[in-house]
């Protein structure tokens, strides 16, 4: 009967020790603690950095505004030289047809 359980103890035993050993490492310790002033440079640093973000999309819309007062304007002059052109090419064909009369 020794013999029998010492059959079935020992590769049990074995077993076991080498799934101990085969287990995930242990965890990283706990980073320390921040200081509360190198955690407010951190957080105002990050907010700064927000701020200036925020400036920069202030500036392109500022400047896309300009741009497209702009663009309005001169298409505003575009059209106004359209129909001045098409009235002098008007006033050409009838003086022409009149010539040719």
Sequence with gaps: MQTS????????????LLTACASD???????????SGEL???????????GDNWKKGKQLTERGNVLVREGQAKITEGNRLI???????????E???????
């Design 83 to 93: 129909e001045e052109g098409n009235r002098i090419m008007r006033e050409s064909e």
């Design 25 to 35: 490492q242990p965890a990283p310790p706990a980073p320390e603690p921040v200081i």
């Design 40 to 50: 407010m440079l951190r957080e105002s640093q990050g907010i700064a950095s927000l």
């Design 5 to 16: 359980l010492s059959k079935y103890l020992l590769p049990a035993t074995l077993a076991l």
């Design 95 to 101: 003086t022409y047809k009149g010539i040719k009369k």
